[in-house]
Structures are given as C-alpha cells and as structure tokens.
C-alpha cells in the first residue's frame, strides 16, 4: 500500500481511494473550447479515479507506459491541482461537517496522456489508461489542515523548465472543499486514507522527455517531477 508522508513528522498515511475532480476550473475548461462546440460548466463535480498504482510520493519522475515495445501516447501533460487526505471515515458528510474529516493538503499533478483521452472520449469509450497509468499522480508531503489558514485561498502554480504554464488560485475553484466533500462521500463513502485531487486551473501543455516540473501550492510545499 502506498503511503503519503506528513511534513515536519514521522508520521505516514495509507492511502485507499484517489478521487478526482474535473472541470473545477472555468479558464481550464475554457481550453477545451472549439469552433464547433463550447466547452459546458458541469452542474455537479465531474469526478474519475485513478487506481492506487497511480500514485507517487514525493519528488521522482513520470514516464509514459510502454506495451509491446512502443510507448502508447506521444502526448503527455500537466495537471497541478490541491489535493484533500481524508482523516476518517464519513458517508453522506454535509458541508458544515466537511472540514473535521480533513487531515491535511498537498500539492499533486494529475499526469495525462491527452492523445488517448481525446480519442476515447470521441469514440465514447473509457478513459481510465489517460489518467490512471502507473505514477500518473504524484503527491507531495502532506501538511495538516491546522497549519493552513485558508486552503481556498492559495496560490497553485506549476513550471516547466523554469517557465510558469499554469498559475491561479485555488479561490478560482467552482466546486469548493466543503462540498466536494459532501458531494462524494455521499454517492460513494470516504474512509480514512482517501485522497482527492480538487481539478486543475488552465495552462495544460504538452511534456517532453528531460523536462523538469514544478509544482508548488502556497504554504503547503513543492513537488519535482522529471519526465523521462
């Protein structure tokens, strides 16, 4: 079982489940606009999972599987994003009760293989390979809920060899803390140990092996990622 490290602690968390919000910024969503058809502001969380494989801990690297000799994607890309680690377990959690099943908050990248979203979501075909494949989703140490003054008022940023691609606010979040928690412990149960990526703000852009990313979310901590 992977586990997830608390900062300025001896303590790891086990971690279960890894939900994941889509759509939760607008400029992000605004990306997928096209001539023929408006990208559409979800009425509810758009939520995926990605399997416990899918997780790193901490700075490493990222590489695009390989199956029967060839890599299965030529375009991978970045998602930064908040992520929520659950402290106990809650089923049908309201709003107002939300914040006392929070242990802490980390910054994490939500690794995509574009190419292959794309095509599934065109054929109406899953897409769990372009979000769930091995490492996709690393996640920084963990820093506890009391050490951060306002989660939704951070600073989210990611860099690619240096240069800002992605930069915003976790203010800009459509669907707040509060009630992605109420929202998916309601349909499908939180337990201690589940973590939640929260969505990504707009700046996705295409990785190439030797790049170097950096993820960073205001008082809570960075994460390097290499791509190899």
Not at 127 to 148: C, D, L, Q, R, T
Not at 169 to 194: A, C, E, P, V, W
Not at 204 to 224: M, Q, R, Y
Request: with cysteine; net charge negative.
């Amino acid at each position: 079982m992977y586990k997830l490290k608390v900062k300025d602690s001896s303590e790891e968390i086990p971690v279960q489940n890894i939900y994941c919000v889509g759509k939760n910024y607008l400029e992000h969503i605004k990306e997928f606009d096209t001539k023929d058809k408006a990208a559409e502001i979800p009425k509810s969380p758009a939520i995926f999972l990605k399997p416990n494989t899918a997780l790193s801990c901490g700075n490493g690297s990222i590489k695009i599987p390989v199956f029967d000799g060839g890599k299965i994607s030529d375009d991978l890309q970045n998602e930064v994003e908040l992520v929520i680690v659950i402290a106990k377990d809650g089923n049908n959690i309201s709003e107002v009760a939300a914040m006392n099943h929070v242990f802490g908050f980390a910054v994490g990248i939500d690794f995509t293989l574009r190419d292959i979203q794309t095509e599934m979501k065109t054929k109406g075909l899953p897409w769990a390979i372009s979000k769930g494949f091995k490492g996709s989703g690393p996640v920084s140490e963990v820093v506890e809920k009391n050490k951060i003054t306002d989660p939704e008022n951070l600073n989210i940023t990611l860099k690619v060899n240096g240069s800002f691609k992605q930069n915003a606010n976790t203010s800009q979040m459509i669907f707040k803390i509060n009630y992605i928690i109420h929202y998916i412990s309601s349909i499908f149960g939180l337990r201690k140990g589940d973590i939640i990526f929260t969505g990504t703000p707009a700046g996705i852009t295409k990785l190439n092996p030797g790049d170097e990313v950096e993820a960073e979310l205001e008082d809570v901590g960075k994460l390097n990622i290499k791509v190899e």
